[in-house]
């Protein structure tokens, strides 16, 4: 680990960005959101929304109630990128849910799930469907969503379907269009940022679970931090990371206000006395986050230094975006990577009709075994205490060395 870490006698990164359940803060909001999803689990009813801006914790709340889960009695699909045409999103459901399907119309892919709705149902297990970035679901597919949402059984619904997505997702949802859908929403929670006293605490808290250490945030700090991330997690961490930075050069313990304001002008942030006009400071930090996310994000876990930032544009990062979709192909075999998507079936053989034998995380470094079939490569993961060892489709890898 980093020289910094050894220097506060850390034992580990405290703001990494990428979603750790461990590090999960149980603020208000999030243990709404979190029970809010059990409920819905339990009483097997209709739709769940959650709605919070880009980096509010919506992804890792998600992933932090399906490790909630009974394991055995829940197979579940998780959709991250659902700009897809409703065949599109029938088809990437049931590669999630490890059943084989290929060019078949929109009914035969309806039918096929279905089918294996009953059956799970029969086994006694629930189905869940997590589409994530929902906001982006075309119109006609959410509409399908919701036909998908009907099918039952005599008393109770086959599916349930989670629904997580930036305030736009809200948007879309209360549209005349979609009040057959609203009627069907059971629970709808939003996350909001974090108060000024839960950002403290938030800080407070992931110091503690990084170890403690020898490490000091002064007041002015805290307020600084919490002005500039608005209290979002996802910044919150990224302005704490690159103050520490600051603070080790200068061998000071103590994290100071000037430490805060480097961090800041370091992601490009603009500086200002008066608090930010909130969209203004929004449409920043959402370009800071994804560009520090998409474009870094493999090169951060490289390095211990994050590479100067370039303030990019959404629309630059979605273009980005798609260019990682589309590559299919893993040219070279690397000896390690990690995954780069939250969440990444591990299943017994290639291909997506065997079983799934782990959930791998975002993060997650695994060694690479042995290339297969089309994308597919076996890895090893030792994150465990017993190591294991799978298929993976290698496109939601990428690699730690080299490119
Ligand atoms: N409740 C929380 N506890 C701990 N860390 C959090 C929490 N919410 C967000 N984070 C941090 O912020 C980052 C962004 O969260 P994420 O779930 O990806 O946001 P979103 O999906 O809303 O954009 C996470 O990787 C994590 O480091
Ligand atoms: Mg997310």
């Known amino acids: 680990m980093a020289d910094y870490l050894e220097f506060f006698g850390l034992k ?3 703001f990494k960005i990428t979603p750790d359940a461990n590090y999960f803060f149980l603020s208000e909001s999030h243990q709404e959101a979190l029970s809010s999803l059990r409920y819905v689990y339990e009483s097997g009813e209709g739709f769940a929304v959650v709605v919070g801006e880009p980096g509010t914790g919506k992804t890792l709340t998600l992933r932090k109630f399906i490790d909630s889960l009974p394991q055995e009695e829940v197979r579940f699909a998780y959709i991250l990128f659902p700009n897809l045409s409703p065949e599109e999103l029938f088809e990437a459901i049931l590669e999630d849910l490890g059943i084989k399907s290929e060019g078949e119309t929109k009914n035969r892919l309806f039918a096929k799930l279905r089918d294996f709705l009953v059956e799970e149902r029969t086994k006694g297990r629930k189905v869940l469907v997590i589409v994530d970035e929902a906001q982006n679901l075309p119109d006609e597919t959410l509409e399908e969503l919701r036909i998908l949402s009907n099918l039952e059984t005599e008393d109770t619904k086959l599916l349930q379907i989670i629904l997580a997505g930036q305030p736009e997702l809200e948007e879309k949802l209360s549209s005349e269009k979609f009040r057959q859908l609203r009627q069907r929403i059971t629970v709808f929670v939003k996350l909001r940022n974090l108060t000024k006293e839960e950002t403290k605490a938030y800080i407070d808290y992931r110091l503690s679970k990084a170890g403690k250490g020898n490490i000091v945030v002064s007041s002015k700090a805290y307020d600084l931090v919490y002005r500039y991330s608005m209290g979002i997690p996802r910044l919150i961490n990224i302005i704490m990371e690159r103050a520490m930075m600051a603070a080790f050069v200068e061998s000071s313990h103590e994290i100071k206000p000037h430490h805060v304001s480097r961090a800041v002008e370091s992601v490009g942030m ?7 006009s909130k969209r203004v400071a929004l449409i920043s ?3 800071i986050l994804l560009a520090v996310l998409l474009l870094s994000g493999g090169y951060l ?3 211990n230094f994050p590479p ?3 303030v990019k544009t959404k629309e630059v990062v979605k273009t980005e975006v798609s260019k990682v979709e589309k590559k299919k192909e893993v040219k070279e075999v690397p000896d390690e990577a990690f995954v780069a998507v939250p969440m990444l079936n591990m299943r017994e053989g290639p291909d997506t009709s065997s079983e799934v034998i782990y959930l791998l995380r975002e993060g997650d470094r695994v060694k690479i075994l042995e290339k297969g079939p089309e994308t597919w490569v076996k890895v090893l993961y030792e994150g465990l205490d017993q190591p294991v060892e799978g298929w993976v489709n290698g496109k939601y890898l990428r690699p730690l060395k080299g490119e």
């Open 12 to 14: 580990d990164d405290p």
């Open 285 to 287: 930090a959402v370009g």
């Open 308 to 310: 100067p930032l370039e």
């Open 301 to 303: 876990l490289l390095n």
């Open 270 to 276: 603009r500086l200002s006395e008066e608090p930010f």
